[in-house]
């Protein structure tokens, strides 16, 4: 996948989707804050030894800074990781997906919905020969 050389920074190790990324994107989202490992594990879902892990792989990585007293938090020198949380949130807003809240879950009951295959296949022959001779 081609990358925008403006913004492109080899040196950043992070992977959209990933428990790394999330932890990143949560912190960066609310810089003014400091952040236990619980407060992580409640935030993102994650159980607690993986957000510990991660957060301090994250410090030592020099991603994240950390307090005296164990609060994770972003580092206000950080530009290219506050760039790749804007792009992440970008993109979410770009395609997203949004749907109203009585739309259909199961992809049962949005594909087709609950028309056997026969009928379906009925349906898309009527249409393609109305395609075909628009005067019958």
């Known amino acids: 996948m081609p990358v925008f050389l403006d913004d492109h920074d080899a040196d950043l190790a992070l992977r959209p989707g990933t428990t790394k990324s999330d932890v990143v994107a949560y912190l960066y989202r609310n810089p003014d804050w400091g952040y236990s490992p619980r407060d992580v594990t409640n ?6 030894g993986t957000a510990t892990t991660t957060l301090k792989r994250l410090y030592d990585d020099g991603y994240v800074g950390k307090t005296d007293d164990g609060y994770y938090h972003a580092l206000e020198h950080r530009e290219d990781i506050r760039r790749y949380v804007s792009n992440l949130d970008q993109a979410r807003r770009m395609f997203g997906h949004h749907r109203a809240d ?18 379906l296949d009925a349906e898309l022959d009527d249409l393609e020969n109305d395609i075909e001779d628009p005067n019958e």
């Open 43 to 48: 935030a993102l879902d994650v159980p607690h």
């Open 102 to 119: 009585d739309a259909p879950t199961k992809p049962s009951e949005r594909l087709g919905d609950g028309r056997t295959d026969a009928e």
